[in-house]
């Protein structure tokens, strides 16, 4: 069975999908991940947790636990949270579709990640561990026995990164997506940091400060639950196929893509957009492109030499006290 959906992230004043649009479709995904939960029979075998199709259910249980947090937040308007829980994802997904295409192969490269997870970790306790101070030589020993173990088993183990894991996959145009949800969200860069940012006038003056919790920008809780919602469906389509494509939830399924296509499709529209179709029966290369707004070149507007700094306890000028006394 083919599954193709597209999503389009566009950048305009009200969402013609409501929230609570959006969060109804969110408890079908959870409903249909739990069907296929109910549906899989596995059989195991001598690869135990290595098997594609275990993992595959255990990467859709971390999805389905990471989908509910996004839910969650996006309710508190906690938008840079939701957003991170969103690109974990999309992580989940790239693995699934890595067990899809690579096999055993994957499962190889993540047995080798964590390997070498363990040497690191281990290396870096031994390079400033102190056994005097630890009062445990024993232990320190063993664990120099574990890192020579590791590195003589798994001498040329790598870390497992997303952009490595989706280089070949038919996500792979999808990496700009969870690039920019890490940069907006999940790693504490400039343009996340800036989001905190406030400036207004208050009494004739004008004021320059920091909002501890800032309000989300456009449609963001609406784009955060689509984006989120796109990886969930990915995730459940990916699922279905390495189990081999379960007959009591394929009708579901379908019926989940029609919905979330007439969704997606209301978004309102504007210039520019993001979109990208992922095919796991064809495997075609998807096709995305990020909004103008993404690469325009930062304003670089000084402030007003009156201005005054406030930190604020909650969104907007007028609503909260600040947290402390102003600094002229």
């Given at each position: 069975m ?5 999503i ?7 969402p ?8 109804a479709?969110?408890?079908?995904l ?10 899989a029979r ?11 199709k275990?993992?595959s259910l255990?990467?859709?249980c971390r ?5 509910k947090?996004?839910i969650?937040?996006?309710?508190e308007?906690?938008v840079?949270?939701a957003?991170t ?8 997904l790239?693995?699934?579709?890595a ?5 055993d192969?994957?499962?190889k490269a993540?047995?080798q ?6 040497r690191s970790?281990g290396e ?10 630890i009062?445990d030589?024993e232990?320190?020993?063993?664990l120099?026995?574990?890192?020579k173990?590791i ?8 870390f497992?990164?997303p952009k490595?894991t989706?280089k070949?996959?038919v996500?792979?145009q999808?990496y700009?997506l969870?690039s920019?949800?890490?940069g907006?969200?999940?790693?504490p860069?400039?343009i996340?940091?800036?989001?905190h940012?406030?400036?207004f006038e208050?009494?004739g ?9 800032p309000p ?9 639950i ?8 990915g995730?459940?389509?990916a699922?279905?196929?390495?189990l081999g494509?379960?007959?009591?939830v394929?009708?579901e399924?379908?019926?989940v893509?029609i919905?979330?296509g007439?969704?997606s ?6 210039t520019?957009a993001v979109?990208?179709r992922?095919?796991f029966a ?6 995305l492109?990020?909004?103008r707004?993404a690469?325009?070149p930062?304003s670089r507007s000084?402030?007003?030499?009156s201005?005054?700094?406030v ?17 002229s």
């Open positions: 083919q599954h193709e959906f597209k389009e992230r566009l950048f305009a004043p009200k013609a999908v409501s929230k609570d649009q959006w969060l479709f969110a408890g079908r959870i409903a249909l991940a739990y069907a296929i939960f109910v549906a596995i059989d195991i075998t001598e690869k135990l947790f290595g098997e594609p275990i993992l255990a990467l859709l999805t389905v636990c990471n989908f947090g996004v969650a937040l996006t309710e308007g906690l840079v949270e957003r829980l969103a690109r974990s994802c999309y992580e989940n790239y693995c699934m579709a067990l899809i295409e690579q096999g192969d994957f499962v993540m047995h990640d964590q390997m070498r997870s363990f970790q870096f306790l031994l390079e400033g561990i102190d056994s005097e101070h009062g030589a232990f320190v020993e063993r120099r026995v574990r890192v173990e590195k003589s088993r798994w001498p040329k183990a790598t497992l990164t490595r989706v070949d996959s996500l792979k999808s700009l969870y920019k949800l890490s907006d969200a999940a790693h860069t400039i996340a940091l800036k989001r940012l406030v400036r208050e009494n003056e004008r004021v320059l400060g920091l909002d501890v919790n989300e920008r456009g449609n963001e809780i609406v784009e955060t689509d984006l989120a919602c796109n990886a969930m469906i995730a459940c389509v699922a279905n196929q390495i494509h379960l007959p009591t394929n009708d399924m379908q019926r893509f919905e979330y007439e969704l499709a209301a978004f309102p529209k504007c520019s979109c990208f992922l095919d064809n495997a075609t290369t998807g096709v492109s990020w909004a707004e690469f325009q930062p000084s402030p007003p030499a201005a005054r700094w930190c604020l306890a909650g969104a907007g000028s007028g609503r909260t006290p600040p947290l402390s006394p102003r600094l």
